[in-house]
């Protein structure tokens, strides 16, 4: 039988699926909606956000490194901390990553 283009199924069935452990990161998602292929940058500023050790570990196994070094790199939602932490983690300059762009002309965000 074949399946129409555009419908339900067929989108459900080429959705990538995410592991159910990362179900609690996305609490404000409709679970069912959210798309790794479709929506992997968002998906890793999360994870990396908020993520737990089982949670990173799945990402660092399924994403490569070079594309998770990218996100770190581009994103503007990762907070001071987590940029801190995977700044140290590549060895990246402030310079190289646009998150701190955002807070270097602020005095009060020192850190």
């Known amino acids: 039988m ?14 990538s699926r995410l592991p159910e452990m990362l179900r609690p990161l996305f609490w404000d998602a409709d ?35 070079e594309e998770i070094r990218s ?4 994103s503007r939602r990762l907070s001071r901390k987590t940029a801190r932490c995977w700044q140290n983690y590549f060895g990246l300059k ?3 990553m646009k998150c701190f ?4 002309t602020n005095p009060d965000n020192l850190f």
């Open 2 to 15: 074949a399946i129409m283009s555009g419908t339900a199924f067929e989108t459900a069935e080429k959705c």
């Open 31 to 65: 679970w069912d909606c959210v798309d790794f292929q479709r929506n992997r940058t968002p998906i890793i500023e999360r994870v990396l956000n908020l993520g737990n050790e089982e949670q990173l570990a799945w990402l660092l196994k399924n994403v490569a490194e």
């Open 94 to 96: 402030e310079e190289e």
């Open 71 to 74: 996100v770190v790199s581009s």
């Open 101 to 104: 762009g955002m807070f270097s």
